[in-house]
């Protein structure tokens, strides 16, 4: 870079940030856009889960007489009480660890779904739901923490990509305005400035409080050379809701409504999202509540511990300090939470801009080198090629695992799975399939076929419906937005193909015979084209 100017080398920063992590970031993008909607997204997939809304107390209780029935002597329970959207109670429990004390800590059983007003598990098919997408768009499906480390460093990419790309674009909002089509090389670079300016604010945001929910993961050694113990780090910070040691006396808990209405009535009326009580069978049983966030931007929610069975208070977390004010706003700023049906939408869609902005960002890298009729070089096809099994078959695949939650047999062991199966099958599978077709072909066919998967989720839902007695009608309002949303992405897909499909083939580069025309300088924003890409 010796020799260039600061925006030209910003230009070759932004340019390299974004290809290295480019085709990582738009997954993490796209299942992390889906995230939004996870609750509502596995409501879908567990069609026969019919529940009624019941109070906080009720499902608590519920959840409570089931475990005494089915885990009464484990060392921990955790229960997750059901909100307006999931509709559910999710409990965890975790065994007691044997006599040897530098035996390791027991790992936390399988989720159970509860029926919040019977206190039953769900009786519907086994799937992830959109637990899946929440999960893959910060693990990448690798094993812990890898994926959690490789997602942090392509964010640490993104977020150089966006100070760099700021800088590099002197006319950046100028360019919003423009919008240029059937133009090359100028049209992906209008679209790409179009789609990062549009939602520059939210694009910084999600980047950065996304790295900086993981930080203590990255940066561990301060906390390491101040607290030799990880439970006193988090208990200075959140207050001690670690489980009393067993007296080995056998207890019993007291009514759980109590605790809920107290803590509750505590809070000026908060709801509470999880309880966790601690050996639960033993006369030192203890209770603590933890306060919902989806009333307020923090997402860290304070906490009460009450002594088990005499339901006397004990404890409650400290009031935050700044640090710990400002890492639970991160926090919630970058899940949303607290965000009603108006904002979660607005998010949706701010977070598909930035599926684009780097889809047009990578797409223009390579238009920006190909030469009409010169054999692209090396690097150039492997960059078109990861492009298409990327941008084109990615969406496919998450449209498979949606669609084989119809296909597959509700009751069919291992379902859930195979439904994860599917999405990776479809996505790698299509993606090698595109090597064995022209570059063009390929894009124009990869967009039509995850368009066709889109397409197929309305009507394998209306058709698979019919089969079940207690099923949704079919203008439910959550499946008639469900099934709306995978028509509209069908037709952008299938649009996107469409336009391709029209555009015409470059022409071949003229021969040497061709007389030249006289040489023109270029004009500002071609070469300033050329310098961002």
């Known amino acids: 870079m010796r020799g260039k100017g600061l925006r030209q080398s910003m230009a070759w920063i932004h340019g390299w940030l974004g290809l290295v992590a480019g085709w990582i970031l738009f997954a993490m993008f796209l299942t992390g856009t889906a995230s939004y909607f996870r609750p509502e997204v596995t409501r879908w997939m567990q069609p026969e889960f019919r529940p009624r809304p019941v109070a906080q107390s009720e499902a608590a209780r519920g959840a409570i007489a089931w475990l005494q029935r089915n885990a009464p002597h484990d060392e921990q329970w955790t229960i997750y009480l059901p909100t307006e959207r999931t509709l559910v109670t999710r409990v965890f429990t975790r065994a007691r660890p044997n006599s040897d004390p530098r035996a390791p800590r027991a790992p936390r059983r399988p989720e159970i779904r509860l029926d919040p007003a019977s206190g039953l598990p769900v009786e ?274 998450m449209a498979a695992y949606l669609l084989a939650n119809r296909l597959l047999p509700p009751m069919l062991p291992g379902r859930a799975d195979l439904e994860v199966s599917a999405m990776f099958w479809t996505w790698f599978g299509l993606a090698g399939l595109s090597l064995l077709r022209p570059a063009r072909r390929a894009w124009i066919e990869t967009l039509a076929i995850a368009a066709l998967v889109f397409a197929a989720i309305p009507i394998a839902d209306l058709a698979a419906m019919r089969g079940i007695p207690s099923a949704p009608q079919p203008f439910d309002g959550l499946f008639l937005a469900f099934d709306a949303t995978m028509a509209l992405l069908a037709a952008a897909l299938g649009f996107a193909a469409w336009r391709l499909a029209k555009r015409p083939i470059a022409a071949a580069r003229p021969s040497r015979r061709t007389v030249p025309a006289r040489p023109e300088v270029a004009r500002p924003e071609v070469r300033e084209a050329a310098d961002v890409a």
């Open 124 to 397: 519907a098919r086994e799937t992830r739901g959109g637990e899946f997408f929440y999960r893959f768009h910060f693990q990448l499906q690798l094993p812990h923490p890898w994926g959690r480390w490789l997602a942090g460093l392509c964010a640490m990419f993104m977020l150089g990509a966006i100070l760099s790309g700021v800088i590099t674009h002197k006319r950046i909002f100028v360019d919003f305005f423009t919008l240029r089509w059937s133009k090359g090389q100028r049209s992906w670079l209008d679209a790409h400035n179009v789609s990062a300016v549009l939602a520059l604010p939210y694009h910084a945001m999600i980047t950065y409080t996304g790295l900086i929910t993981l930080v203590v993961m990255y940066m561990p050694w301060p906390i390491a050379a101040n607290y030799p113990q990880p439970a006193a780090f988090s208990a200075s910070l959140y207050g001690d809701t670690a489980n009393q040691r067993a007296s080995g006396r056998p207890g019993q808990l007291a009514d759980i409504a109590r605790f809920v209405e107290a803590a509750s009535a505590e809070w000026r009326g908060a709801r509470v999202s999880r309880i966790i009580v601690g050996n639960p069978d033993d006369a030192s049983s203890t209770v603590t509540l933890l306060r919902s966030s989806d009333d307020r931007l923090n997402a860290r929610g304070a906490s009460i511990t009450y002594a088990g069975g005499s339901g006397q208070r004990l404890a409650a977390s400290p009031a935050p300090g700044p640090a710990v004010e400002t890492a639970g706003v991160m926090l919630g700023l970058h899940l949303a939470w607290f965000a009603g049906p108006l904002l979660r939408w607005v998010c949706f869609l701010l977070g598909l801009t930035g599926g684009a902005m780097v889809a047009t960002g990578l797409v223009l890298w390579t238009v920006k080198r190909r030469r009409p009729g010169a054999k692209p070089f090396f690097g150039l096809s492997l960059v078109e090629r990861l492009n298409i099994g990327v941008i084109a078959c990615l969406p496919a695949g």
